[in-house]
């Protein structure tokens, strides 16, 4: 039998219009009373017209797809692999971008409402509690490089921590002993796990984690060119910098070659999620490899399954996690030397050109 409005209204104590303010957003409510009805439809795992949906039987044909940006190539990588997937099965896209923010994804989520039969949401920089709030309730929806989030949802992210704990390993393994990080954000899930790794891989080699070689990034280009350079102001200079992403490893490069630093030969650089473009950097760009486009049509095949399935998934079932490898190539191809002194790069003022 389905759940109706009037179910969700008459358990949590409200009218039947007061069910529509909070689940279209029209409308302020009181935030105790938002909260019970949210509660409620979780529960019963409703949503609006999906009543509709189970008697006609008529889908709208659409995917939801929410990132935290647009920009670059690792989501127009992602969206290649998950359109790859929604065209197999007859299925356009409406993507929006949420700003990195939990009320992005709000304003994306209403604005998609009715016009999707379910969503997938990247939000690595939104804690687990306000995701779990945002999201709406009885849509199938998968979540990707995000924390755990209790409720009915699919789950797929990559190795962060293992991927950057390998390429550390494999950086000692060359004979490196002064390793830059560049980290991303402070609150982003994904940078958090990839500098746990980075942790991780120098404390089994019995190497003392050194402040001073951990600069913290965003994930851009800029952000990867001034960590760069705040790393080759230190008096004793690493002899590599880790990037906890390609883009800020393009960054890093922009950096080094300004500052006259020869890579690898003087300073070596390695980043995280290999993309297209990294093979045909100068030099080419050792990586970590995590299949972006294969990220997103696995999300985007996980969520097709959920849409034909009528329970959702058990616990232990729900959160797939996708292996990560490094790629090796010049940027960092040759043993670790004592890198020597070079002129202070704060003298060059020049920013690394924007890519699109």
């Known amino acids: 039998m389905s759940v109706t409005i009037r179910d969700v209204a008459r358990l949590a104590g409200v009218s039947v219009a007061t069910v529509s303010r909070v689940l279209n957003a029209s409308a302020p409510v009181r935030e105790e009373t938002r909260a019970r009805v949210l509660d409620v439809a979780r529960e019963l795992r409703f949503s609006p017209n999906s009543a509709a949906r189970t008697l006609s039987r008529q889908r709208a044909g659409a995917l939801g797809v929410i990132l935290p940006d647009l920009y670059g190539e690792f989501f ?15 299925h356009s896209l409406l993507v929006s971008s949420s700003h990195h923010d939990s009320r992005g ?8 409402r009715g ?31 995000g924390p755990e989030v209790e409720g009915d949802v699919r789950e797929i992210t990559v190795d962060n921590f293992g991927g950057a704990r390998a390429m550390t390993r494999h950086l000692i393994g060359i004979g490196h002993r002064r390793i830059g990080f560049i980290a991303g954000a402070a609150q982003n899930h ?23 070689l951990s600069v913290r990034g965003d994930f851009s280009e800029e952000g990867g060119w001034r960590g760069a350079r705040e790393l080759l102001a230190l008096a004793e200079r690493p002899t590599v910098i880790f990037a906890a992403n390609d883009a800020m490893a393009v960054g890093a490069l922009s950096a080094l070659r300004e500052a006259g630093v020869r890579v690898p030969d003087d300073v070596a650089v390695a980043g995280f999620d290999d993309i297209p473009v990294a093979r045909f950097l100068s030099p080419p760009l050792t990586s970590v490899r995590v299949g972006i486009a294969v990220l997103g049509e696995r999300a985007a095949s996980l969520l097709l399954s959920a849409l034909t399935e009528r329970a959702p998934p058990e616990r232990g079932a729900r959160r797939d996690v996708l292996p990560a490898e490094v790629v090796i190539r010049d940027s960092c191809g040759r043993p670790a030397v004592k890198s020597p002194q070079f002129p202070n790069p704060s003298a060059h003022s020049a920013r690394p050109t924007q890519r699109t």
Not at 116 to 143: F, H, K
């Open 76 to 90: 127009s990588e992602l969206l290649r692999g998950i359109d790859q997937a929604a065209q197999r099965a007859s």
């Open 190 to 212: 994904e940078a958090s796990e990839r500098e746990r790794g980075y942790l991780a891989g120098l404390r089994e080699a019995g190497i003392a984690p050194a402040r001073e």
């Open 115 to 145: 016009r999707v039969d379910g969503l997938m949401v990247m939000a690595p920089d939104v804690s687990a509690p306000l995701l779990a709030e945002v999201l709406p309730p009885g849509i199938p929806t998968v979540l990707l490089n």
């Open 105 to 112: 994804i709000g304003a994306a989520v209403r604005a998609m």
